[in-house]
């Protein structure tokens, strides 16, 4: 379980204020796949960062009675100048798991190849992705935070991606950040939907998509006005 309680967040975006949380309260159940869902630059990204407690809340707190991984889609966590089997080590040891099992799985599960044992800034975006996305997978998490990373690599690279995931949601939760929503029919039980700094949860995920479309409809209309003013 993740619990949100009384979460605030803003920052400063082109000289304007932009809220990402505004006072939420939610909890996200143990063992549940919940859809985040919302427009772009509606603070997603953000939001799994606090969870993650990779980026600092303003106000409130998020508590949780499980273990949490990092963003999985973020790239940022890489130490540049070493080789991927050795960002894989220091995250073994950080986790405490087994060094030899994570490098193991990791190595062929990411089809890096060589790449994997030279220095991550010469990897592509996508590399780094696939890196992060194995490390992830192969630690146990109670909650897996999951940012749009299995549509990274080929149809082969992303069914398999498909395939583990699914796999470790058998035993544990996850939250998903997608702009696939059959992926999302297909992997998550509930959804939430972040707008203006407020967050609502759905049981029913089809009910949650319906507010996001309405959601973006209502962002299209409100661009065409402002491009009529001008």
Not at 62 to 90: K, M, Y
Not at 147 to 165: H, I, M, P, Q, W
Request: hydrophobic letters at 40%; glycine letters at 8%.
């Amino acid at each position: 379980m993740i619990r949100l309680r009384n979460l605030s967040k803003s920052y400063l975006l082109n000289g304007r204020r932009k809220v990402v949380a505004d006072n939420i309260n939610m909890i996200f159940p143990s063992g549940e796949c919940v859809a985040l869902l919302g427009r772009n630059g509606a603070g997603k990204s953000t939001l799994m960062s606090m969870i993650a407690g990779s980026t600092e809340i303003d106000r409130g707190e998020i508590t949780s009675t499980g273990t949490i991984s990092w963003p999985v889609g973020f790239r940022g966590s890489f130490h540049p100048d070493l080789s991927g089997a050795q960002n894989t080590r220091f995250v073994a040891r950080v986790y405490g798991v087994d060094t030899d099992e994570l490098l193991d799985f990791v190595e062929e599960f990411s089809d890096l190849g060589d790449h994997f044992y030279l220095p991550i800034r010469s990897y592509s975006s996508g590399m780094r992705s696939r890196l992060s996305f194995g490390m992830s997978m192969g630690i146990h998490f109670d909650t897996y935070l999951i940012d749009e990373v299995t549509s990274v690599g080929d149809a082969d690279f992303r069914r398999k991606s498909a395939a583990v995931l699914q796999d470790r949601l058998a035993n544990s939760g996850a939250i998903v950040v997608t702009h696939s929503m059959a992926q999302i029919r297909k992997l998550c039980t509930s959804a939430a939907v972040l707008e203006d700094g407020k967050l609502t949860y759905f049981d029913d995920v089809d009910e949650a998509i319906s507010l996001h479309h309405r959601n973006l409809d209502v962002a299209e209309e409100e661009a065409e006005e402002m491009d009529e003013g001008e």
